[in-house]
T-cell receptor
Framework: DGGITQSPKYLFRKEGQNVTLSCEQN?????MYWYRQDPGQGLRLIYY???????QKGDIAEGYSVSREKKESFPLTVTSAQKNPTAFYLC????????????FGPGTRLTVT | AQKITQTQPGMFVQEKEAVTLDCTYD???????LFWYKQPSSGEMIFLIY??????QNATEGRYSLNFQKARKSANLVISASQLGDSAMYFC?????????????FGPGTRLSVLP
């Protein structure tokens, strides 16, 4: 089945540790995105990538890093520089032309203590 | 700047009734797409319906329809015959050539509660 997978669903880390969230898609989409969602809030864009080996900062990129070495994969690293990393993280992908909708993964809920 | 406004933080509707969730948008581009997503308590974002700016007719998908009023820059979601499973957050979003290179623009969302 085509879709986006994110793992793990729940992630717990100690403060000061870097953590990497995985995102894989088999939809053959060129564009991929990472969003952060805090409780009761909307989505805020962290990073996006339109093609392999290229990515751009979104609205809240500080304390995060990404890579796009393969079309199917867009991992997000939450670094120790992110001051408030506890949140729900959603990965999405979409086509690059037309008005294609974004397809979302199930999300990863990160808790840092 | 591209912007989506959803003025209803929360809405209640009786089961089997219809409900309208408001969405207004701001863009200077003549070509754009409008989307509605549902987010149940599980967290996953579910695509519901799409309306293109040049579409002559309002989009419909099953119990969902989009009341598109271009001159008013309004793209309200209408859910007919509400079901308990419709209780969720609903987000309006826009994509246009100007912001394509960056992202979709999402509204703050409306929490819909369906009452039995």
């Amino acid at each position: 089945d085509g879709g986006i997978t994110q793992s793990p669903k729940y992630l717990f880390r100690k403060e000061g540790q870097n953590v990497t969230l995985s995102c894989e898609q088999n939809l053959n989409h060129d564009a991929m995105y990472w969003y952060r969602q805090d409780p009761g809030q909307g989505l805020r864009l962290i990073y996006y990538s339109q093609i392999v080996n290229d990515f751009q900062k979104g609205d809240i990129a500080e304390g995060y890093s990404v890579s796009r070495e393969k079309k199917e994969s867009f991992p997000l690293t939450v670094t120790s520089a992110q001051k408030n990393p506890t949140a729900f993280y959603l990965c999405a992908s979409s086509g690059r032309t037309g008005a294609y909708e974004q397809y979302f993964g199930p999300g990863t809920r990160l808790t840092v203590t | 700047a591209q912007k989506i406004t959803q003025t209803q933080p929360g809405m209640f509707v009786q089961e089997k009734e219809a409900v309208t969730l408001d969405c207004t948008y701001d863009t200077s581009d003549p070509s754009y797409g409008l989307f509605w997503y549902k987010q149940p308590s599980s967290g996953e974002m579910i695509f519901l319906i799409y309306q293109g700016s040049y579409d002559q007719q309002n989009a419909t998908e099953g119990r969902y329809s989009l009341n598109f009023q271009k001159a008013r820059k309004s793209a309200n979601l209408v859910i007919s015959a509400s079901q308990l499973g419709d209780s969720a957050m609903y987000f309006c979003a826009m994509r246009s050539p100007v912001n394509y290179g960056q992202n979709f623009v999402f509204g703050p969302g409306t929490r819909l509660s369906v009452l039995p």
